[in-house]
């Protein structure tokens, strides 16, 4: 089964510093990536997606992510966070009809 | 506005007795989901749906069932709900399964 992995669970951060999170999944088809993020007390919501083209994705409020195929991976990216940052946030991937989230990363942007 | 609702928000209630949670989205999505999500585990697929009446498992189906009878709706039934089903539960919708997914404001349910 397919199975992706979070890593730093918790990241805390001052404003204006930059943010990478990472994200690795396991299956080796092809497959949609996806970053969530959940700001407190609140549903998910897409930040990017990635299906196929231009590796480097750009997202909403500032986030990109990249897609390396080699290292089966799609790292989220931020080059200065805000304190509106803190939230948790879900790497996803889609493969052989099934998808997958991973744990978490929940990040605290401290003003 | 679209959106996904689900109902209720909150729940306390007792092992054993049944309880229904209600998706609905009003967007013609065809696929819909249903996950759990607990901490450290992040979301865990319960079932998904990828159009009427086609329902299948996801990762954690168990003690769970699912209806798919009309497309707008997706409901979660706990037949027997136990304590180890005490978690927030979210349902989700797509256009397809391979399109983001749309989120509900999730459902808090406590099993005592």
Redesign the interface.
Known sequence: ?QSVS?HN?HVILSEAASLELGCNYSYGGTV?L?WYVQYPG?????LL?Y?SGDPLVKGIKGFEAEFIKSKFSFNLRKPSVQWSDTAEY?C?V?GN????????NQVVVIP | EAQVTQNPRYLITVTGKKLTVTCSQNMNHEYM?W?RQDP??????IY?SMNVEVTDK??VPEGYKVSRKEKRNFPLILESPSPNQTSLY?C?SSLS??Q??H????TRLSIL
């Open positions: 089964a979070q669970h949609n996806f609140q549903h998910l919501q897409l997606k299906f879900f996803a889609r009809n099934r998808l997958a989230f991973g744990k978490g | 989901s996950y450290g585990l992040g979301l865990r697929q998904y996801g990762d979210f989700a399964e391979v983001p997914q989120f509900g404001d999730g």
